[in-house]
């Protein structure tokens, strides 16, 4: 057996025990399917793990910057009380469509606000609102502008607030000197950002599965 069909062959066993699917999930994977949406979610684990980091959290407030078709947002939004608020912010309107159909068919849309335009413009309109700080925020859209996301995120949380930055190891070449691409380039300015902050608290995971080689960082704001 190779090395990732083992991956993929373990991922679909703790899936079956600890993350089992249900229809509101399925079908946001199907109609993001139909709809040409890359296929990029997190993993069933992946979103359970998100959805136990809000709890753990008591998050009654949660920013994902990346919506894609709404399916980590369906996690995040289950484990919010019922006077509860996401904010979720995506890029591309046609995808943003889909997520507010995949939410609304899980019951979820009064709890989640979808908000179409570059996370870069959506963020500080955001601001100026001047929101209640969030409990934790989940970046996961273009790995070039981690850095910034990861500023906004300092911005519109407070102490004891948890960032989630997704995708981190970049099938390893996150540690490769000589790839300047922008996605790693942005991913490794995140990662010293963290850990150079005087108000950040992080670390960063490596994971294997069924999306490969992969991996995320964790972040605690500090006083």
Request: aromatic residues 4%.
């Amino acid at each position: 057996m190779s090395e990732s069909r083992l991956w993929d062959d373990v991922d679909t066993y703790f899936i079956g025990h600890l993350a089992p699917d249900d229809e509101a999930l399925a079908a946001a994977r199907r109609e993001s399917d139909a709809a040409g949406l890359p296929p990029i979610n997190v993993t069933a684990n992946q979103g359970k793990l998100l959805q136990l980091l809000a709890q753990i959290q008591g998050a009654r407030t949660v920013l994902e910057i990346g919506t894609l078709g709404g399916y980590s947002t369906i996690w995040l939004a289950r484990a919010l009380p019922a006077d509860g608020r996401l904010v979720t912010l995506e890029h591309n309107a046609r995808h943003a469509e889909v997520a507010v159909r995949n939410l609304a068919r899980a019951g979820l849309d009064a709890l989640v606000d979808v908000r179409v335009g570059p996370a870069l413009e959506t963020l500080p309109k955001l601001a100026d609102e001047n929101p209640a700080p969030f409990d934790l925020v989940f970046i996961d859209a273009d790995k070039g502008n981690n850095p910034h996301y990861l500023e906004w995120a300092l911005r519109l949380t407070s102490t004891g607030s948890l960032i989630v930055l997704d995708n981190v190891v970049r099938g390893g070449r996150v540690a490769d000197a000589d790839d300047t691409s922008g996605d790693v380039r942005g991913t490794r300015a995140a990662i010293e950002l963290i850990g150079s902050h005087p108000r950040l608290s992080g670390t960063a995971i490596q994971t294997v599965g069924a999306k490969g080689y992969d991996g995320f960082a964790l972040a605690r704001v500090l006083p």
